[in-house]
């Protein structure tokens, strides 16, 4: 049976829904240690510098980082450092992954309001679906829209349009949380709905930009304030 309503809210996943602020950093440097410890001829500060330099260029979605900085430093792909360093990566990473105090409270919150929940990421649509599933936050959302799965970041217009087509929402009646000004909060009032600004470092010219236009941009500090706007 279809769902008829409207109201839906949107999520982004990083530093919205949980803390990703020092993981990501935490897990290269320990997979470049064990990279280094077991071979790799750098060392760990000059190491993880090349692979900084890699993820610059490659972007931070590129699956392959850990090959690159082998053939970097090798002249070629050594695969036992490489499944060193992903396997460090990814283990240490997700003992790591936490949301934020409130997040299940809201979540549980927004549901018994009648909300449908649903992901807009830039990012990798398994590896959203995946830190979904480890926080067991998986159950709440009925949909996950990536800009992997889109062809196009946030905050372009297409991405908000298709997460609402999808999840057969209203615009004026759906709403994005986020924790970016240009891409989560612009991007979704670009696209007819209101905005949700959480755990973020908007500036004052931003918020000056919000008054001057009178956005539908409402900005908080805690995912728990949620429970008072929705």
Known sequence: MINNDERVV???VDGTLLDTSDFAETARKAAIGQMVDNGLPLDKDEAYGVLKTIIREKGSNYGKHFNVLTQVVLGHEDPMLVALGM??????????LRPFPETIDTLIYLKSQGYRLAI?????TIKQWEKLVRLNV??????????EEVGK?????????????????NPEKSVMIGNKFKEDALGAVNAGMSAILVNSDITEEDRDYIKKEKLDITIIDDIGDVKTIL
Do not use: C, E, Q, W
Not at 153 to 169: A, E, F, Q, T
């Open 10 to 12: 949107f999520f982004d």
């Open 153 to 169: 970041n946030k905050p372009h217009k297409l991405i908000y349009d298709v997460s609402l087509r999808k999840m057969n929402g």
């Open 120 to 124: 807009i990421s830039n990012g990798i």
């Open 87 to 96: 396997i460090t990566y990814h283990n240490v990473k997700m003992a790591l």
């Open 138 to 147: 998986h159950s709440f959302f009925d949909a996950v829209i990536t800009s």
